[in-house]
């Protein structure tokens, strides 16, 4: 079954700096990849996803590129905001069907003011 | 709001008890699904339903029973659990006609004394 390792665990950064977030998949057969941002007491939100046709997607200050060969795929958060403190989660899967997301760890991420 | 409500959102049970977690999404959607949120784990997939499937992550007890009437409201029945099954339990819903995202309700926190 499909495996999504998710790094780092945590990452802190200045406001205005970027932040990257990495993940890995295992099953060559997913073929679509979201992100969720969930704030505390929240359920998860999706903020950017992406298919496997496809090899970048950008959404203002949000984007990720997808790299089917290594099987890895990155969020970039550009000119970080305060609100943008949260634990990120990346996700794999086959679109098609019951689409059963299988997710990594789970990134939480800080903005120093 | 995401469209998905959970109730009770917080849940404390004894080991014997017996007790019920609804969903109900008003999103027209036709997919519903279970996860379960721990801190040692990632967002695992417990169970997903919609009107011509459903599908079982074969590690869930027994103890953990899914219920979905119709396609707006879904259930988790909770019978003899243990400490270990406290956590968040998140439950989400998806468009299967065309919708690639899943959109998360705010959980329930159980905690198993």
């Known amino acids: 079954g499909e495996n999504v390792e998710q790094h780092p665990s945590t990452l802190s950064v200045q406001e205005g700096d970027s932040a990257v977030i990495k993940c890995t998949y295992s099953?060559?057969?997913?073929?679509?990849f979201p992100w969720y941002k969930q704030e505390l007491g929240k359920g998860p939100q999706l903020i950017i996803d992406?298919?496997?046709?496809?090899g970048e997607k950008k959404d203002q200050r949000i984007a990720v590129t997808l790299n089917k060969t290594a099987k890895h795929f990155s969020l970039h958060i550009t000119e970080t905001q305060p609100e943008d403190s949260a634990v990120y989660f990346c996700?794999?899967?086959?679109?098609?069907?019951?689409?059963?997301?299988?997710f990594g760890q789970g990134t939480r991420l800080t903005i120093n003011p | 709001e995401t469209g998905v409500t959970q109730t009770p959102r917080h849940l404390v049970m004894g080991m014997t008890n017996k007790k019920s977690l609804k969903c109900e999404q008003h999103?027209?959607?036709?997919?519903m699904y279970w996860y379960k949120q721990s801190a040692k784990k990632p967002l695992e997939l417990m169970f997903v339903?919609?009107?011509?499937?459903?599908?079982e992550n074969n590690s869930v007890p027994s103890r953990f029973s899914p219920e979905c009437p119709n396609s707006s409201h879904l259930f988790l029945h909770l019978h003899t659990l243990q400490p270990e099954d406290s956590a968040l339990y998140l439950c989400?819903?998806?468009?299967?006609?065309?919708?690639?995202?899943?959109?998360f309700g705010p959980g329930t926190r159980l905690t198993v004394l």
């Open positions: 999103l027209g959607h036709n997919a």
């Open positions: 099953d060559s057969a997913s073929n679509y």
């Open positions: 992406i298919r496997s046709n496809v």
């Open positions: 339903y919609s009107l011509e499937e459903r599908v």
């Open positions: 989400a819903s998806r468009n299967k006609r065309g919708g690639d995202t899943q959109y």
């Open positions: 996700a794999a899967s086959f679109i098609q069907g019951a689409q059963k997301l299988v």
